[in-house]
């Protein structure tokens, strides 16, 4: 099956800096989301993205489907941005999500 | 719009006992999961239904049985519960299979 991997698994930043989170995955995708995994651990959905870029206030995302990755960009983090972030695809029979193992962002004041 | 339910949230199971997990979504949607997450990894899936009256196995089937019940309910069973199927479950649902595909609160399962 298709593999993704995702990093850095562990970010640590101060209120208001910005980072980058890759999500590597190693066959083509019909289908790619971005999601954040709250400290109570509900999945919020960030992103559906196979393909371009989008953006939704502070984050942002873009995903080069023919070279197999795609990044999240956060600016100006915000203690809530705390918890995991995960990037999960799709393969070509479009009948599961294959999950990354996820970043664990902390955010400090 | 409540988007996808589970119940119950949380459930305590002694070793070999039964219980069944609901899911119900209201968005229409035609496809329907389960997956499981376990501590500091990933979510892998359980089982899914990309129709009504269709299920098929997903990464992890074993110990577990499922239930389209109609387009719009998705129920996961264990029959015999063990240890490691101690794990938090989460039910998703999409319009068809490579489209946003949107998730329940969770349900905590600790089998003791």
């Known amino acids: 099956g298709i593999q993704v991997e995702q990093s850095p698994p562990d970010l640590i930043l101060q209120e208001g800096a910005n980072s980058t989170l890759r999500c590597n995955f190693s066959d083509s995708v019909n289908n790619l989301q971005w999601f954040h995994q709250n400290p109570w651990g509900q999945l919020i959905n960030l992103f559906y993205i196979p393909s371009g870029t989008k953006q939704n206030g502070r984050l942002s995302a873009t995903t080069v489907a023919t070279e197999r990755y795609s990044l999240l960009y956060i600016s100006s983090s915000q203690t809530t941005d705390s918890g995991v972030y995960f990037c999960?695809?799709?393969?070509?029979?479009?009948?599961?999500?294959?999950f990354g193992g996820g970043t664990r962002l902390m955010v400090k004041p | 719009n409540a988007g996808v339910t589970q119940t119950p949230k949380f459930q305590v199971l002694k070793t070999g006992q039964s219980m069944t997990l609901q899911c119900a979504q209201d968005?229409?949607?035609?496809?329907m999961y389960w997956y499981r997450q376990d501590p500091g990894m990933g979510l892998r899936l359980i089982y899914y239904?990309?129709?009504?009256?269709?299920?098929d196995k997903g990464e992890v089937p074993n110990g577990y049985n499922v239930s389209r019940l109609n387009k719009r309910e998705f129920s996961l069973r264990l029959e015999s519960a063990a240890p490691s199927q101690t794990s938090v479950y989460f039910c998703a649902s999409d319009l068809q299979g490579d489209t946003e595909a949107f998730f329940g609160q969770g349900t905590r399962l600790t089998v003791v």
């Open positions: 999960a695809v799709g393969d070509n029979a479009g009948n599961m999500l294959t």
């Open positions: 239904s990309a129709s009504e009256g269709t299920t």
């Open positions: 968005m229409n949607h035609n496809s």
